[in-house]
């Protein structure tokens, strides 16, 4: 680990001073905190990044978050638990950016810092941890809570070969009782990625490291892919150990905490192919509410727009050949001089459906609309102005994706001039 620099430290010198009444911190104080944290942080990153220039970059950073985040902390170890919380966000930034190299298949993070005297036993043990667990015992190992590591590794070693893992978590409903407001609602949202269960809490009052820990150490037991939560300022992510995906069409696509999908595999696959059939033979096809790009992907659509940033961001990475614009179609739909540069269009609106791009739509030239609804009642307004503007409704095609429900959505096919 290399020491901060001069240069580095007048770069986060302005930091200090803007953050000295929320921090209660001035330079001698960073100073005592980065010497007492920077090289348990380096040793994690480390870790975790299996890169030692890796880590050096991503600790300078940070420690420049963590000034400008302005936060107010009840003790030492809740400024500490939030420093490694930077930490383990930049460097799962850094996989999703591209910055890292891409890691051989047969890479193992817990051999990244061998030690050559180890014994055997404490090698099989580690062996039987998952990269997570792993990664949670080098960094209480790092911090000097050797006492813990190696109690840790004993009770693996002493486990007879092949003995089920037992979980050890508590129930969910337990775990979050005494966090929720009184007289307040909390919300759990869980959605299937990739990688197992993306997990995001709202109403949760959970602001002490105590709570915090809890959460997590839930988390990591309970092998989720990812843990949020929300405390009204959008979802903040507490643990995920790689990076969140979910495969569309055969591309992996990074999943923002609380981001859209279909409500089953089978019943996205229905849509999908009626999307196809509906813009089937348009070669330039826009994806109007394009979401994480269901629809976008599968019909390899030129044009995507879609009112979430991140969602649109994710969108742009995964689909490097589609232009791909953060727009709000309530506020700012295509025009008809806009359309014109399509012949096909998808549109898959929320529930309140897309008046004011319909009646763009009505105006323009564009040769075949596909049209997906999750509101029967907003689709019937939305298909009578297409209608009015000279479209014919070709067919409509019913889909159920909710057991025991009267819910149900859509999908249909506008056409002009065929």
Same mark, same amino acid.
């Given at each position: 680990?290399?020491?901060?620099t001069l240069s580095e430290l007048e770069r986060l010198q302005p930091v200090i001073s803007e953050a000295d009444d929320a921090l209660q911190m001035d330079q001698d104080s960073f100073r005592s905190l980065y010497e007492r944290t920077a090289r348990p942080l380096w040793v994690y990153l480390c870790r975790k990044t299996g890169r030692t220039e890796l880590a050096d970059e991503l600790l300078q950073e940070t420690y420049y978050r963590f000034l400008r985040a302005r936060m107010v902390f009840e003790n030492d170890g809740h400024r500490k638990n939030y420093l490694f919380r930077i930490a383990t966000n930049l460097a799962n930034d850094s996989f999703r950016r591209g910055r890292d190299e891409q890691l051989p298949e047969n890479y193992d993070a817990g051999a990244a810092a061998p030690d050559p005297h180890q014994?055997?036993?404490?090698?099989?043990?580690?062996?039987r941890l998952k990269p997570r667990e792993r990664d949670a015992l080098w960094l209480a190992y790092a911090e000097g809570r050797h006492d813990e590591a190696v109690r840790s590794l004993r009770t693996i070693? %002493?486990?007879?070969?092949?003995?089920?893992?037992?979980?050890?978590?508590?129930? &969910? +409903?337990? #775990?979050?009782?005494? #966090?929720?407001? +009184?007289?307040?609602?909390?919300?759990?949202?869980?959605?299937?990625?990739?990688?197992?269960?993306?997990?995001?809490l709202k109403g949760i009052h959970a602001r002490r490291l105590d709570e915090i820990e809890r959460l997590t150490s839930f988390a990591m037991k309970h092998d989720l892919a990812r843990l949020?939560?929300?405390?009204?300022?959008?979802?903040?992510?507490?643990?995920?150990?790689q990076p969140a995906t979910v495969t569309l069409s055969g591309v992996p696509v990074a999943f923002p905490p609380g981001a859209f999908l279909q409500a089953t595999e089978d019943g996205e696959e229905v849509l999908v192919r009626a999307v196809q059939e509906a813009v089937a033979g348009c070669m330039r096809i826009? %994806?109007?509410? &394009?979401?994480?790009?269901?629809?976008?992907? &599968?019909?390899?659509?030129t044009y995507a727009a879609e009112a979430s940033r991140d969602v649109a961001a994710a969108l742009k990475r995964a689909a490097p050949g589609t232009t791909v614009e953060h727009r709000d179609l309530y506020r700012r739909p295509l025009d008809p001089g806009e359309l014109k540069r399509f012949d096909g269009v998808v549109l898959d609106p929320p529930r309140a459906g897309a008046a004011e791009q319909v009646s763009q739509l009505a105006r323009s030239a564009v040769r075949r609309i596909a049209y997906v609804s999750c509101n029967p009642a907003t689709f019937a307004n939305d298909a009578k102005a297409l209608i009015d503007g000279g479209y014919k409704l070709e067919w409509v095609e019913p889909v159920g994706q909710f057991r025991w429900s009267t819910h149900v959505e859509l999908a249909s096919c506008f056409t002009r001039g065929e």
């Open positions: 680990m290399r020491d901060i014994p055997t036993d404490v090698s099989r043990a580690l062996a070693a %002493d486990k007879e070969e092949g003995e089920a893992e037992a979980s050890q978590g508590i129930p &969910a +409903h337990e #775990m979050l009782g005494d #966090m929720l407001q +009184h007289k307040r609602v909390g919300e759990v949202q869980l959605t299937l990625i990739d990688s197992g269960a993306d997990v995001l949020s939560i929300d405390r009204g300022l959008g979802p903040e992510t507490l643990l995920e150990p826009s %994806d109007l509410f &394009a979401g994480l790009g269901t629809f976008t992907l &599968a019909t390899r659509a």
